[in-house]
């Protein structure tokens, strides 16, 4: 079936200005996470939403970064007023929820093929 | 202190070479486990969960030491198709349900 999708997979933009960046998870898929990778850096977790719960959004590097997830599937991260250092890929993933119980590995998330931000 | 924690490498083997990837990770009450994979400019994917008791997957097998908070990979007989950097993936139980990246192994399999 059909993986989980993120749209542009390529942005150029100049600092100072906003970016929406989409994801479209996997149909049937309730848990949905927002992640950045920047250069020789590991991927860095910014926001995880579950179904109708209050996001989690602890990874959030400023007030600058917020995201929505609109009628429980997809999913708007929004960058404003962008600055050089949020240049990075931002990757998105989904999952079924499950939540971890003793020694078993919660449910496998799966991760779009991510955008690609540029900051001049 | 970083949480996860890999040797970047790069490993450089020649085909048929066993290798194993090392990592630690800082948080004690951490639950879950995994290997990923990431492929050059691509998006990582799962490559195996790791198990208490050590699991393994064909030339895949991977290794748990909660006492030592230790995590290990091991590749044998390696193939030109496993040139990838291999993130060590841990899920903190007090992070939700959050993954943790190491910053990933460079593995190179030379012919």
């Not at chain 1, 390529?10 to 250069?39: F, M």
């Not at chain 1, 989690?56 to 429980?72: C, V, Y």
């Not at chain 1, 993933?93 to 971890?100: F, I």
Request: aromatic share 10%; with cysteine; glycine share 10%.
């Amino acid at each position: 079936g059909a993986g989980v999708s993120q749209s542009p997979s390529n942005k150029v933009t100049e600092k100072g200005k906003d970016v929406e960046l989409r994801c479209d998870p996997i149909s049937g898929h309730t848990a949905l996470y927002w992640y950045r990778q920047s250069l020789g850096q590991g991927l860095e977790f910014l926001i995880y939403f579950q179904g109708n719960s209050a996001p989690d959004k602890s990874g959030l590097p400023s007030d600058r970064f917020s995201a929505e997830r609109t009628g429980g599937s997809v999913s708007t991260l929004t960058i404003q007023r962008t600055q050089q250092e949020d240049s990075a890929v931002y990757l998105c993933a989904s999952s079924l929820p499950q939540p971890p119980t003793g020694g078993l590995p919660t449910d496998t998330q799966y991760f779009g093929p991510g955008t690609r931000l540029t900051v001049l | 202190r970083k949480e996860v924690e890999q040797d970047p490498g790069p490993f450089n083997v020649p085909e048929g070479a066993t290798v194993a990837f090392n990592c630690t990770y800082s948080n004690s009450a951490s639950q879950s486990f995994f290997w990923y994979r990431q492929d050059c400019r691509k998006e990582p994917k799962l490559l195996m969960s790791v198990y208490s008791s050590g699991n393994e997957d064909g030339r895949f097998t991977a290794q748990l030491n909660r006492a030592s908070q230790y995590i290990s990979l091991l590749i044998r007989d390696s193939k030109l198709s496993d040139s990838a950097t291999y993130l060590c993936v841990v899920n903190f139980a007090n992070s939700g349900y959050a993954l943790n990246f190491g910053k990933g192994t460079s593995l190179l399999v030379t012919p």
